[in-house]
């Protein structure tokens, strides 16, 4: 049987990305050199470096079994492929954005202008839905410079902390999406099994990577308030201490709330509580 293929960035910023979240799932290979192969350890998959936004489209002819992309891609292409599972990385919105001293009040004033963008196809559905049929620059990149440049009069690209804009002297005017990196799969779904140990190794690392897990002591009397506090991703594990007024609890917790939730659980009467980074789980 031939090999189950993964497509993945060969350059760019999602290709660390994807190389790091394979590894971390138990999916090692090396890249040599610039070659556009590299066989998994132990595993019957090859890995193929492509352009991150040619992977929806070879990922629907079957060209790759399934591949690492931004959903924005996947959109734009707009292809049919099933898409697996978000990865929680490479988040990103897509925007129409404008000079900051537009007059310009909604996007059906629009309906004359230019508008450069390396999205046409999502562009144009947003705009035509808005009620404008603007006149479409397409362009690969360098985007944000081509109104300064007079040949557009509105951008609509990638937007992620706004620097870009900003230095650009423009705003953000409608957000069209939001968008992040995706794990996707051709529809064919050959070899199943293979497919979905993948996708159960790579949510083991997502999941990981989303949650800290949290330890502390606190009296018997305060364990109902707690576990409002600290549901956990199933329920929290409790366990009794020597001391039969207090018991120990253990429960996982989203990595941006464990400061407040620390804090919460202080207040509340907790005491030794401490957090733990989990590198990889199975729920
Ligand atoms: N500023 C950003 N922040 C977060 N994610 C982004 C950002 N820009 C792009 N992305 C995501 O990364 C994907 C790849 O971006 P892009 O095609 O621009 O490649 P790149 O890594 O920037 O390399 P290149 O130098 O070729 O532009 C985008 O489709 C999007 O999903
Ligand atoms: O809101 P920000 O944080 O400024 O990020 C947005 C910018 O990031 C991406 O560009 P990238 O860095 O990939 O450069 P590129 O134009 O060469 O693709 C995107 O195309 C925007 O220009
Ligand atoms: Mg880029």
Redesign the pocket.
């Known amino acids: 049987m031939e090999n189950f293929r993964i497509g993945i960035p060969s350059k760019?910023?999602l290709a660390e990305v994807a190389t790091e979240l394979l590894g971390d799932a138990g999916l090692k290979f090396r890249r040599q050199d610039r070659s556009l192969f590299a066989r998994v350890r132990d595993m019957p998959i090859d890995i193929t470096f492509l352009r991150t936004d040619d992977i929806p489209v070879l990922c629907a002819e079957g060209a790759i079994d399934m591949g690492i992309t931004g959903s924005d891609l996947v959109q734009e292409a707009n292809v049919d492929v099933e898409t697996r599972m978000e990865l929680g990385v490479g988040k990103?919105r897509l925007a129409l954005c404008v000079p900051e001293d537009t007059d310009w009040q909604s996007v059906e004033d629009m309906k004359t202008c230019r508008v450069a963008t390396?999205f046409p196809h999502v562009t144009q559905t947003y705009m035509k839905a808005n009620g404008a049929n603007p006149h479409l620059v397409n362009l690969s990149?360098?985007?944000?410079v081509m109104i300064s440049l007079g040949i557009a009069d509105a951008i609509v690209?990638?937007?992620?902390?706004?620097?870009?804009?900003?230095?650009n002297r423009l705003k953000i005017f409608a957000e069209i999406g939001n968008y992040q990196t995706v794990l996707i799969q051709n529809t064919q779904k050959r070899q199943p099994e293979l497919a979905d140990r993948i996708v159960r190794r790579l949510e083991g690392v997502v999941i990981a990577r989303d949650y800290s897990l949290l330890e502390y002591n606190i009296p018997r009397e305060k364990l109902a308030e707690a576990e409002k506090i600290t549901p956990g991703f199933n329920s929290p594990t409790i366990n009794p201490l020597e001391d039969n007024a207090w018991c120990a609890v253990r429960a996982m917790v989203k990595r941006k709330e464990v400061i407040d939730v620390m804090e919460q659980l202080e207040q509340l009467g907790a005491s030794a509580i401490l957090q733990t980074n989990i590198a990889n789980c199975r729920l």
């Not at 990149?141 to 944000?144: A, D, I, L, M, R």
């Not at 690209?157 to 230095?167: F, K, P, R, Y």
């Open positions: 760019g910023r990103c390396s990149g360098s985007v944000e690209d990638l937007v992620e902390t706004g620097s870009t804009l900003a230095a």
